[in-house]
């Protein structure tokens, strides 16, 4: 019976071990993405979208289909055009929408995703609070009075949208009271992957350095987008301070352009070999080589993996189906994020990024249905 005893304990013991092992697997698998995983930062606008008629945009000279940044004879457009019928308002910005996306994809649980950003103390302010909760977006805005609301308005009419962006409060974000505060930064610690578009070295690069070089120093993912022309231009000496802490590079091909150009890359008009030379460039931690990632609209998505630089096809769509291709960039990443933050492969995350834009641009702004149908 001593025998029998001692075999029943040795048994049931090693059972014990299997559940908690069994059990351990399952926990690591949910802490994959688990809430806070994700951690976004940048400029937070609410899009106020609504139908306007041709006297309205001649009002405040705006084109049919266009894209500029607020001046003065705008400011009062954004309450006018919220006074319409059947507005809608989103949480937008570029960073905003990603990590947006990127909580659609991934669905459960919520707040996966946090945001860091700055707002105003106004009614566009808690609208906004509002459509980021409802994303189940973790967004921890700095609110201040000096500047209202980050708005972006866009003024539809018949297949043409003229979007207006209003800056405001989003460009006065301060490190020293919001990132640097200890609840925030444990925010930022929880994470395991980090993504900031780089609008966000016109507003706070020493946030972005700050962030990156925790990613680094922790062997986490950090990424960082390229945005726009204008700011491998003029904001270059912010970027190339960040870049070596950059594991995950994206960029469209007319930013890899004239990013390529403003490097000095020899003479190259070639996406791969601009992909190729951006992975080369001086990088912190040797434990992870820098991934670079571009996009080409229809055309193929370049990327390079390992030493090679491979090209993804895009999904096939019908022109005739395509209503707003201005997220299009946004959902890409927001997609590509949602597999990697679950530790997918890059082709995983590549086809994720196709699907979610494939999707956005069937729709007028950065929307998208209750849940996504990726497999």
Same mark, same amino acid.
């Given at each position: 019976?001593?025998?029998?005893?001692? +075999?029943?304990?040795?048994?049931?013991?090693?059972?014990?071990?299997?559940?908690?092992?069994? =059990?351990?697997?399952? @926990?690591?698998?949910?802490?994959?993405?688990?809430?806070?995983?994700?951690?976004?930062?940048?400029?937070?606008?609410?899009?106020?979208?609504?139908?306007?008629?041709?006297?309205?945009? *001649?009002?405040?000279?705006?084109?049919?289909?266009?894209?500029?940044?607020?001046?003065?004879?705008?400011?009062?457009?954004?309450?006018?055009?919220?006074?319409?019928?059947?507005?809608?308002?989103?949480?937008?910005?570029?960073?905003?929408?990603?990590?947006?996306?990127?909580?659609?994809?991934? /669905?459960?649980?919520?707040? #996966?995703?946090?945001?860091?950003?700055?707002?105003?103390?106004?009614? =566009?302010?808690?609208?906004?609070? $509002?459509?980021?909760?409802?994303?189940?977006?973790?967004?921890?805005?700095? /609110? $201040?009075? /000096?500047?209202?609301?980050?708005?972006?308005?866009?003024?539809?009419?018949?297949?043409?949208?003229?979007?207006?962006?209003?800056?405001?409060?989003? !460009? +006065?974000?301060?490190?020293?009271?919001?990132?640097?505060?200890?609840?925030?930064?444990?925010?930022?610690?929880?994470?395991?992957?980090?993504?900031?578009?780089?609008?966000?070295?016109?507003?706070?690069?020493?946030?972005?350095?700050?962030?990156?070089?925790?990613?680094?120093?922790?062997?986490?993912?950090?990424?960082?987008?390229?945005?726009?022309?204008?700011?491998?231009?003029?904001?270059?000496?912010?970027?190339?301070?960040?870049?070596?802490? #950059?594991?995950?590079? @994206?960029?469209? %091909?007319?930013?890899?352009?004239?990013?390529?150009?403003? $490097?000095?890359?020899?003479?190259?008009?070639?996406?791969?070999?601009?992909?190729?030379?951006?992975?080369?460039?001086?990088?912190?931690?040797?434990?992870?080589?820098?991934?670079?990632?571009?996009?080409?609209?229809?055309?193929?998505?370049?990327?390079?993996?390992?030493?090679? #630089?491979?090209? @993804?096809?895009?999904?096939?769509?019908?022109?005739?189906?395509?209503?707003?291709?201005? &997220?299009?960039?946004?959902?890409?990443?927001?997609?590509?994020?949602? %597999?990697?933050?679950?530790?997918?492969?890059?082709?995983?995350?590549?086809?994720? &990024?196709?699907?979610?834009? !494939?999707?956005?641009?069937?729709?007028?702004?950065?929307?998208?249905?209750?849940?996504? *149908?990726?497999?």
């Amino acid at each position: 019976w001593q025998a029998l005893d001692l +075999c029943l304990v040795t048994t049931f013991g090693e059972l014990i071990m299997v559940s908690i092992k069994r =059990f351990a697997s399952c @926990f690591s698998l949910f802490s994959l993405h688990s809430e806070n995983a994700l951690f976004g930062m940048g400029n937070p606008l609410l899009d106020i979208s609504a139908v306007v008629d041709k006297d309205f945009l *001649d009002k405040y000279g705006l084109k049919p289909n266009d894209q500029i940044l607020a001046e003065d004879k705008h400011k009062a457009m954004f309450d006018e055009i919220a006074k319409k019928s059947k507005v809608e308002y989103h949480a937008g910005g570029s960073t905003q929408n990603s990590v947006k996306i990127a909580q659609w994809m991934i /669905q459960t649980p919520h707040k #996966v995703a946090t945001f860091f950003g700055c707002i105003g103390t106004d009614h =566009f302010g808690e609208i906004l609070k $509002q459509k980021a909760e409802e994303a189940h977006v973790d967004a921890r805005y700095y /609110q $201040q009075t /000096q500047e209202p609301t980050g708005t972006c308005a866009a003024c539809i009419t018949g297949d043409n949208r003229s979007l207006v962006a209003n800056l405001a409060a989003a !460009n +006065c974000y301060n490190k020293e009271k919001h990132l640097d505060l200890d609840g925030n930064w444990e925010l930022v610690e929880k994470a395991k992957v980090y993504y900031i578009a780089g609008f966000f070295l016109t507003v706070s690069p020493e946030s972005i350095l700050k962030v990156a070089k925790h990613a680094s120093e922790n062997n986490k993912i950090f990424s960082l987008n390229l945005s726009a022309p204008f700011i491998s231009q003029f904001f270059k000496e912010a970027m190339m301070k960040v870049m070596p802490y #950059v594991d995950i590079l @994206f960029g469209n %091909e007319t930013e890899a352009a004239t990013f390529a150009k403003e $490097q000095g890359f020899e003479e190259t008009d070639d996406i791969a070999e601009i992909a190729r030379r951006a992975q080369s460039l001086p990088k912190v931690n040797k434990k992870r080589q820098r991934v670079v990632v571009f996009t080409q609209g229809k055309d193929d998505t370049v990327a390079t993996i390992g030493e090679k #630089v491979t090209m @993804f096809s895009v999904l096939d769509i019908d022109q005739n189906d395509i209503v707003d291709t201005n &997220g299009a960039g946004d959902a890409f990443v927001g997609g590509f994020l949602s %597999e990697l933050v679950q530790e997918r492969p890059l082709e995983e995350c590549i086809r994720a &990024g196709h699907y979610a834009a !494939n999707v956005i641009i069937r729709r007028a702004g950065c929307t998208f249905p209750e849940k996504p *149908d990726f497999p």
